[in-house]
C-alpha cells in the first residue's frame, strides 16, 4: 500500500518543482520587462521635455515603481505559499504511513478455536467505527454503538471543537462472549487549523464488543 503512495508523493514534489521554476521564470521575465521600462522613464523623466510630459512621466513611473514592490512581495508569497501547501501534503502524507502501520500492526490472527470469518466480522465492526469517529459521524455513532449520555455529550463537544481527528482501534482480547479494543486518537487539529496533542482523557478508551450466538452485538463503551 504504501509505494503507490511514495510514487504520488514523488509526482507531487516533481509537480511542485516544475510549477516553481515555471513561477519564478515568469516572475523573472516580467521583473526584467519592467526594469527595462523603469531605466527607460528615468532617461525620459531626466531629459528636457515640456513641464506637463515631465509630470506624465514621472507619474508613470511612480506607478511602476509601486508594481516593481508589490511584484517582489507576491514572488515571496507564492515562493512561501508554495513551501507552506508541500509541507501541509508531507504532513498528511506521512500520517497516512503511520494509519498504515497501525492497521497492519492492529490486525489480530484467529485465536485458537475462534474462526476466521468471526475475527473478519469484528475487524469490519471496528473499521467501520473508526471510519464514523474520524468522520465525526455522531448519529452513525449513535445508531451503531451503545454509549452513555456523558459519553455522548463528549463525543458531541470534541467534534464540534475538532475539525480533524485521526483514529485508530486494536483489538486487546476475545473470548466466547466478548471481545475488548482501544481506540487510540492520533491527531487532533482544532477549527484554527492548529495540531493538538491529545491529553490522556481521551488519548486511549477501551470499548466492550459482546458476542451471542456466534455473533457480535453492538459497540459498549
Given at each position: ?33 519592467q526594469a527595462e521600462i523603469l531605466k ?52 498528511a502524507f506521512n500520517q497516512t504511513k ?100 491529545p491529553n490522556f482523557i481521551i488519548r ?18
Open positions: 500500500m504504501t509505494r503507490p503512495i511514495q510514487v504520488s508523493l514523488d509526482d507531487l514534489k516533481n509537480a511542485i518543482t516544475q510549477y516553481s521554476s515555471k513561477y519564478d521564470l515568469e516572475f523573472q521575465n516580467l521583473g526584467g520587462n527607460d522613464l528615468n532617461e525620459i523623466t531626466n531629459s528636457a521635455l515640456t513641464p506637463i510630459l515631465k509630470e506624465q512621466a514621472s507619474q508613470v513611473l511612480q506607478t511602476l515603481q509601486s508594481n516593481q514592490q508589490e511584484l517582489e512581495e507576491l514572488k515571496q508569497l507564492g515562493g512561501k505559499k508554495l513551501q507552506t501547501d508541500f509541507e501541509r501534503t508531507l504532513l503511520k494509519s498504515i502501520k497501525q492497521e497492519k500492526d492492529s490486525t489480530t490472527p484467529p485465536p485458537k478455536g475462534q474462526p476466521a470469518h468471526t475475527v473478519e466480522a469484528l475487524n469490519k465492526i471496528l473499521d467501520d467505527f473508526t471510519t464514523a469517529y474520524q468522520n465525526r459521524d455522531l448519529l452513525h455513532l449513535k445508531l451503531t454503538t451503545l454509549m452513555s449520555e456523558s459519553r455522548t455529550r463528549n463525543l458531541n463537544l470534541m467534534f464540534q471543537n475538532y475539525r480533524t481527528i485521526g483514529a485508530h482501534t486494536k483489538v486487546i482480547s476475545t473470548s466466547e462472549t466478548q471481545a475488548k479494543a482501544k481506540v487510540f486518537i492520533d491527531k487532533l487539529i482544532n477549527q484554527k487549523g492548529e495540531s493538538i496533542t486511549e478508551t477501551t470499548i466492550t464488543i459482546p458476542k451471542k450466538d456466534g455473533k457480535w452485538g453492538k459497540i459498549q463503551w
